[in-house]
C-alpha cells in the first residue's frame, strides 16, 4: 500500500506530495557545493519518482551545471525561498526532494553517505551504513537504495 508523503517550503506556500511504496530513499552528501546551497553541514536528500510528484503552489528556479554533466534545475519557493526539489536534465525521472522540508521527516535514515572526505569531522556516521569519500559510482548507489526498496 503506498503511503502519502506531503511537505513543503518554510513559510507553507510552496506545498508537494507524492506516493511512496515502501521505506523513503534518504542518503546524504556532504560536498561543498550541498553545504553552500544548503547553508549547513550536508544536503539530507530524498530520491521521489518525478511522475508520482505534485508540487502546488508558487516556485521560481535556479540552474547549475554539474561538473559531471547536465543541468540540475532547483525548485525554491519565491517567498522563503527554501529549496524545496531538485531534479537534474540526465536523470529526469528522479527528483530530488530536501529531507528537511518533509513535514514528518522522524522516519527518514539515510541507505548512504557520500563525500565524507569533506565531512565535518564531528558528523560520525553509522559503521553499518555505505560511505564514499566522493560520488560514488551511479549504478553502485543505485544498487543500494533498489536493495533499501526492498526492504
Ligand atoms: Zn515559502
Ligand atoms: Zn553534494
Redesign the pocket.
Known amino acids: 500500500m503506498p503511503t502519502t508523503i506531503t511537505g513543503g517550503c518554510r513559510c507553507g506556500q510552496l506545498r508537494y506530495r507524492f506516493e511512496q511504496d515502501g521505506p523513503l530513499l534518504n542518503y546524504c552528501?556532504?560536498?561543498?557545493?550541498?553545504?553552500k546551497?544548503t547553508a549547513s553541514a550536508?544536503?539530507d536528500?530524498v530520491i521521489v519518482s518525478t511522475d508520482a510528484l505534485t508540487l502546488t503552489g508558487r516556485n521560481m528556479t535556479f540552474s547549475t551545471e554539474r561538473p559531471s554533466g547536465g543541468t540540475t534545475i532547483n525548485r525554491h519557493c519565491p517567498d522563503c525561498f527554501s529549496r524545496v526539489c531538485n531534479a537534474n536534465t540526465v536523470y529526469p525521472a528522479m527528483t530530488i526532494v530536501r529531507g528537511g522540508t518533509l513535514d514528518d521527516p522522524s522516519g527518514l535514515e539515510p541507505f548512504a553517505h557520500?563525500?565524507s572526505s569533506?565531512k565535518r569531522s564531528w558528523i560520525a556516521i553509522d559503521h553499518g551504513v555505505p560511505t564514499f569519500p566522493e560520488?560514488p559510482d551511479p549504478a553502485e548507489f543505485m544498487r543500494l537504495a533498489m536493495a533499501r526498496r526492498a526492504g
Open positions: 552528501c556532504h560536498c561543498i557545493d550541498c553545504q546551497s550536508f544536503a536528500q557520500m563525500w569533506r560520488s
